[in-house]
């Protein structure tokens, strides 16, 4: 597989991704977080399993293998019961972008790894996304700290692991790119996460009643299970084999993409502070990344005669 198609197939998975927050959200309001998210996992393991089959660990890295699960098993819980434990459909947009530092985070961990040199524009960069969030939380008022603190706390649990999550998925980026020596065990991932969160209904809730499935609910689930399972197969092949400079760089859009695709799925309004907001969590991020490629780019801008 080339680069440059290895690549293409990477920037899929973030078109796939941004119909999650949509799709997760709804069913969640249908039969409650646990089960939405239990099925979720549960479904899109059993298509990777079609996909990819179960690989082969003697060949994987253990290292690796152990450190890329834990983060990704973790990652994963936080980021759908941040989306599932939302009070609204709109707060649920609101958490997502939340989750969408991780690129400006990815980078930082980049230049941690050496994988980058450090830019003290890094900085300015991760300072104009967080800013981007802040804004968000003042509504369409007059902005003030006691607002955006007032915001976050009616929800904080999900705001926590919105941000906990962008920390663990740009990590799980690098270590992949870095340390997986081209094995992609993502239906592994998938297994793992599914024996966990359905143990955790066995053990701590004993497995409450689950609601009837409405005929939409059924199709939400089946559509945000292909798009969990297929995003995550076609990101892992991305980053591995393809440009993961410029999947970062893509992914840039998927606050603004994502945010169009819930607003129509949960068929809500979107103050005009959300969208200032998300342009500069965007933005944010293409600092982050012009400020450790600024020389690539010179090159590209002024090409040697």
């Not at 293409?8 to 949509?22: C, D, M, N, R, T």
């Not at 003042?138 to 999900?158: E, L, Q, R, Y």
């Not at 103050?271 to 998300?278: D, K, M, N, S, T």
Request: proline share 4%; with cysteine; aromatic share 14%.
């Amino acid at each position: 597989m080339s680069k440059n198609l290895a690549t293409l197939i990477g920037f899929s998975a973030i078109l796939q991704w941004s119909a999650i927050v949509g799709l997760l959200k709804r069913i969640s309001s249908s039969i409650g977080p646990d089960y939405a998210v239990a099925f979720m996992y549960s479904f899109s393991a059993i298509i990777l399993l079609i996909l990819f089959r179960i690989p082969n660990l003697k060949v994987i890295p253990k290292k690796y293998f152990i450190s890329a699960t834990i983060l990704f098993v973790v990652y994963e819980l936080c980021f759908s019961y941040a989306i599932a434990l939302a009070q609204s459909p709109q707060q649920a947009i609101e958490i997502s972008l939340v989750n969408y530092l991780w690129p400006s985070m990815t980078i930082a961990a980049l230049i941690l790894f050496k994988e980058l040199k450090f830019n003290p524009f890094v900085i300015l960069g991760l300072a104009v996304s967080l800013s981007g969030i802040v804004l968000i939380q003042t509504g369409n008022g007059a902005f003030s700290w006691t607002s955006v603190f007032d915001n976050i706390m009616a929800n904080p649990v999900s705001y926590f692991l919105a941000f906990l999550g962008a920390a663990l998925w740009s990590l799980y980026c690098v270590i992949t790119k870095k340390y997986s020596n081209g094995h992609n065990p993502i239906a592994l991932f998938f297994i793992v996460i599914t024996a966990v969160l359905w143990s955790k209904m066995y053990f701590l809730h004993s497995m409450p009643v689950l609601p009837s499935l409405e005929l939409d609910t059924l199709f939400c689930m089946l559509a945000v299970s292909i798009v969990t399972a297929l995003g995550y197969a076609a990101w892992n092949i991305g980053i591995i084999k393809g440009n993961i400079t410029l999947l970062v760089t893509l992914s840039y859009f998927s606050p603004l993409i994502s945010s169009v695709f819930s607003m129509l799925i949960l068929q809500t309004h979107l103050a005009a502070a959300f969208w200032h907001g998300a342009i500069l969590v965007t933005l944010g991020s293409f600092i982050c990344w012009i400020s450790t490629n600024w020389e690539y780019l010179k090159k590209i801008l002024r090409p040697e005669k």
